[in-house]
């Protein structure tokens, strides 16, 4: 895996045959190993209202494939959306762009900055004050005291939070600390913008205001990749959707071509594209369909 995050100038993402997967019980809960095994094997087969969860496979150590030889690249202006049943791989892959987790299967090449919108927590102490908690990121991202101030400025005015941006963060019900959370994570400009749909929580009058402020956010961005579960703000935010399927790249082209192809395989009123093994042809070698966007 390489990354490189220096340079200003355009940035892209190669992500070529990667693969990740979780070690979750060893040999010595073969039963319990043999229970799980079964049940998944029950469940696949069932149609796309009962899938979850990556493959799972192993004799001593019984291993999830969150990902399984996924590729594509990604480059300027590409806003791209991850959707896909519960467990398909979704945060796993935006983690591993991240640089969270790492595997010496396949290879990832990043090139840009890049800023991960994974949790609305991170690196905040709910002992201190919202207010602390602010000069905590400043002095932490070493900003100089002029943008220090501007962040502070910035960031109390859009949390909106009243005399709590005073108070211990732990005293903050969770849609308070997401507005803290999300004010503070939205002030770095990257230009690689990971998310995780986190960010949609909160109030309506909240999520407008987040929109544009994340609308803002991805235009300074050159590439952004989100997941979520809402169709409408993926058709809103994205131009290209990667359809993930038990850790793999099912589908990957224009948003609402993907998100029709998806809900249609969900509902089960149209059959989903076959698996790369029934396909006599196929549009690649490595199981994915791909659709061009002109
Ligand atoms: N830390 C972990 N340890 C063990 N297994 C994990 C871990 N993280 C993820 N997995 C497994 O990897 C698979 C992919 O999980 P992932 O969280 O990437 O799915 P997802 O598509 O984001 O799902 P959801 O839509 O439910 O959030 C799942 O089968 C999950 O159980």
Redesign the pocket.
């Known amino acids: 895996m390489s990354t490189n995050g220096s340079e200003r100038d355009a940035p892209f993402i190669r992500l070529e045959n990667f693969s990740l997967s ?3 019980l060893h040999g010595s809960a073969r039963s319990l190993k043999k229970s799980l095994l079964k049940s998944v094997k029950r469940s696949v087969g069932r149609g796309m209202g009962h899938q ?3 493959a ?1 496979h192993g004799d001593d150590v019984l291993l ?4 399984d030889h996924v590729s594509f690249e990604a480059g300027p202006g590409e806003r791209i959306g ?1 959707i ?12 591993a762009l991240a640089g969270i987790y790492e595997s010496s299967v396949g290879s990832l090449t990043l090139h840009g900055e890049t800023h991960a919108l994974l949790d609305p927590m991170a690196g905040m102490n709910r002992d201190l004050t919202g207010r602390e908690n602010i000069r905590l990121f400043a002095r932490y991202n070493d900003l100089e005291r002029v943008h220090a101030v501007a962040l502070e400025r910035d960031v109390e005015s859009f949390a909106g939070l009243g005399a709590f941006i005073d108070l211990p963060v732990r005293l903050y019900s969770s849609g308070m600390a997401v507005r803290l959370g999300f004010a503070l994570a939205t002030a770095p400009r990257p230009q690689i913008l990971l998310m995780d749909e986190w960010f949609l929580a909160g109030d309506q009058h909240f999520q407008d205001k987040a929109e544009a402020r994340l609308t803002d956010l991805v235009a300074h961005a050159d590439i952004m990749i989100v ?1 979520s ?1 809402s169709m409408p703000i993926l058709r809103r935010w994205c131009t290209r959707i990667l359809w ?1 399927e038990h ?1 793999r790249v099912r589908m990957d082209g224009p948003a609402s071509i993907v998100i029709d192809t998806y809900l249609d395989a969900v509902a089960g009123e149209t059959p989903a594209p076959a698996p790369a093994e029934e396909r006599t042809k196929g549009n690649g070698s490595d199981g994915q369909d791909r659709l061009t966007s002109s």
Do not use: E, I
Not at 64 to 67: D, E, K, N
């Open positions: 979780f070690p979750v979850v969860g990556g799972v999830v494939q969150a990902l991850l896909g049943h519960n467990g398909a791989g979704k945060s796993t892959l935006l983690r997941t579960h993930m850790g």
